[in-house]
């Protein structure tokens, strides 16, 4: 899965209209996060691999920038009883240095990490 870091600038119906133009084109958003900055609002979300380049081209179109794509990790939290207090504690321990984390779909919590072979390995998947 890979995260989108998105700029959307700051004017009026700029975010229903990503929103809308990322339906329109079918692509499945798995998470994401949005924060308003001075003059702008960041956006994260969570696509397939193979859906970021229609994205770009998505928000290219209604005026938005994509500056980065990363690796992420999705995790079912009902795999871990202790819920997000017990998937935090796993990552750290893990050595993943989590950067981002959001909720996700599905019962599920979205890591960006900064070590991201040590979150899979903590959460014993291959990467």
Request: with cysteine; hydrophobic share 50%; proline share 2%.
């Amino acid at each position: 899965m890979k995260d989108i870091t998105i700029i959307i600038p700051d004017r009026g119906g700029a975010v229903p209209e990503v929103w809308e133009a990322l339906q329109g084109a079918d692509i499945a958003i798995a998470a994401a996060v949005s924060f308003s900055r001075e003059r702008h609002r960041v956006v994260h979300i969570v696509v397939d691999d193979d859906a970021v380049e229609v994205a770009g081209g998505v928000l290219a179109a209604t005026g938005c920038l994509m500056v980065d794509t990363r690796d992420v990790l999705l995790v079912d939290l009902g795999d871990y009883p202790g819920g997000l207090a017990e998937v935090t504690r796993i990552a750290y321990d893990g050595g993943a240095g989590v950067y981002l984390l959001s909720l996700a779909t599905n019962n599920r919590v979205m890591l960006g990490a900064a070590n991201l072979d040590a979150a899979q390995r903590a959460f014993g998947r291959t990467g």
